[in-house]
């Protein structure tokens, strides 16, 4: 019985703490979503790639974009979804996306009251990570999805646990029956 409950706590795990997975076609417009808590002031949004080491996809500070250490492929391609960041909407859309677009992208705030870097890259854990993953995908009829997004919600990990939990359901009538028969 531990073990199931092991294993269930594992997937739990596996499920809440993974990346979003995100996946569009080359050309079209992503919007990648994060929010941050709106009770404070926003003063720097960073989306950042790892791959990108020093470069980043997108710095919004003082009220305008910073495109000192822009990675190139992203110079106006990006653009955030609410300038205005109400209720803490920092999304970054993504435009005209390509292959090389593909990877995990991370969002990062600083919040007014914290203390400011004169540099990008800022130093706090990402609020929210995405996997993009973008297929080359030929365009169909009327130029495909019109948002651009499909979501990848953890189908896999989802499907996985209701096998699971079908699997301890039926295994549990059998453990209580032998417990009920070594209490005899």
């Known amino acids: 019985m531990d073990t199931c409950k092991s294993v269930i706590f594992c997937w739990i795990l596996l499920v809440c703490f993974s990346p979003a997975a995100y996946t569009a076609e080359s050309r079209q417009n992503v ?10 002031i926003i003063v720097v949004v960073e989306w950042s790639r790892a791959d990108l080491k020093e470069e980043y996809v997108l710095l919004y500070r003082d009220e305008q974009f910073d495109p000192e250490d822009q990675h190139p492929s992203f110079k106006n391609r990006v653009d955030l ?10 999304s970054l859309i993504l435009k005209n996306v390509t292959t090389a677009d593909s ?4 969002c990062r705030v600083f919040m007014r009251g914290a203390n400011r870097r004169k540099r990008a890259h800022l130093k706090t854990e990402p609020i929210t990570t995405i996997s993009l993953n973008v297929s080359p995908g030929g365009l169909t009829e009327g130029g495909g999805k019109e948002d651009g997004v499909g ?7 989802v499907v996985f646990g209701l096998l699971l939990a079908v699997i301890i359901k039926k295994a549990l009538p059998l453990h209580d029956e032998e417990a009920k028969q070594r209490r005899r």
């Open 103 to 106: 990877g995990t992208y991370e």
């Open 151 to 157: 979501r990848n919600h953890h189908g896999g990990p």
């Open 31 to 40: 919007t990648l979503t994060c929010r941050a808590p709106n009770n404070n």
């Open 81 to 90: 979804q609410d300038r205005q960041m109400k209720d803490g909407d920092v």
